[in-house]
């Protein structure tokens, strides 16, 4: 079937199409998530435990993956943060503190099996 002239669909007629994918609000990355981050993050963490195999601590580079979504959700918890102090401020600042803490932990599962010398029996 071919479109008459009169029959195409307009430009006004497209941005109302656009309408018809509604994602939630927290998935859109122009919008500041402190949920987004913090799940992110934990996400990461949970990642990292399987892929470093924890109490054996296998040496694998596929945790580079689970560090890298790490970093990002701590990218977006510090954009929530606030010129004005506050206890959402406070909040926040708490948050960060946590995900620098697990950006610790899953760099210690990269790193700890190439580190020989602490891997060394005595």
Do not use: E
């Amino acid at each position: 079937m071919r479109l008459q002239g009169s029959q195409l669909p307009s430009a006004s007629g497209l941005r109302s199409l656009d309408n018809l994918v509604v994602l939630p609000q927290i998935l859109n990355p122009r919008n500041r998530s402190l949920v987004r981050g913090n799940v992110l993050v934990f996400s990461s963490l949970v990642w990292a435990f399987y892929l470093s195999n924890f109490p054996h601590n296998r040496a694998t580079l596929f945790l580079l993956l689970p560090t890298l979504g790490a970093i990002v959700g701590t990218a977006d918890t510090v954009r929530c943060i606030r010129k004005r102090w506050s206890l959402y401020h406070g909040g926040v600042i708490l948050c960060i503190y946590m995900d620098l803490m697990i950006v610790t932990m899953i760099l210690v599962f990269l790193l700890y099996p190439y580190a020989l010398w602490m891997a060394r029996g005595r």
